[in-house]
Structure formats: structure tokens, C-alpha cells
């Protein structure tokens, strides 16, 4: 968690204004999918376990298009099997899957009121 936490002071230190939200929300993703491998494969980063069943081996890159601009993501490989982000949709951006929640709960009624009320 430490390590995190100094990762993220780097990423903001590093970063003009324009670039920081880019910073956080890659930064964010690559926990997102480091806790997503973490639990496919049974095991974390560098760690043994029993419950292992595959590795790691290496990645990919991917380009994600949002309002923060173009985020370089880095996807895990695996030895054995495939991982694919949960945030990602094959063939269509997240932010366009995203908005299309969003406006089917708003026609639906089901939007909720995050102001508490």
C-alpha cells in the first residue's frame, strides 16, 4: 500500500495541472487490473502460493480514449489462459458503454441522487 501511495505522489509531482487527472486515472486502472490478475491467477505479483494457477508473463499496450485524452495502459499477459479488463469492452470504449448506462437509467427512472438527498 506504501509503494502505491509513493507511486501516485511521483505520478503528481511529475504532472502539470492539464495532466494530472490523466496521471491518477491511469494509475487507477493499472491497480484496477493488478487486483483483477491478482485474483484470476490466485496469487499476487513476485508472491508463491498453493492456489497459483498460472503466471504472469509480461504485457501489452493499449490505447484508451476518454475526456481526460489518450491513456496508455499496460494489459498483464499470462502464461496460461487470457485476461481482458472488466472496464474494457472488446471493440467499443469504456466511456461510450458508460454513457449508455447512464442514459438508459436516466430514461428508465433509475438514476440516483448522489447528493444524498
Known amino acids: 500500500m506504501t509503494d502505491d501511495r509513493m507511486a501516485l505522489i511521483e505520478q ?23 487486483f483483477e ?18 503466471y504472469r508473463n509480461g504485457s501489452r499496450p493499449r490505447q484508451l480514449d476518454t475526456r481526460l485524452g489518450t491513456l496508455d495502459l499496460k494489459i498483464p499477459k499470462l502464461r496460461q489462459g487470457s485476461y481482458f479488463p472488466a472496464f474494457l469492452e472488446p471493440r467499443k470504449t ?24
Not at 494509475?27 to 484496477?32: A, D, G, Q
Open 12 to 34: 503528481i509531482q511529475k504532472s502539470t495541472d492539464g495532466d494530472f487527472l490523466r496521471a491518477v486515472a491511469e494509475h487507477t486502472l493499472h491497480r484496477l487490473m493488478d
Open 37 to 54: 490478475v491478482e485474483a484470476l491467477i490466485g496469487a499476487a505479483r513476485h508472491e508463491r502460493s498453493d492456489t497459483r494457477t498460472t
Open 94 to 117: 469504456a466511456e461510450k458503454a458508460l454513457t449508455a448506462v447512464i442514459q438508459e437509467a436516466w430514461i428508465q427512472g433509475g438514476v440516483v441522487n448522489f447528493a444524498g438527498g
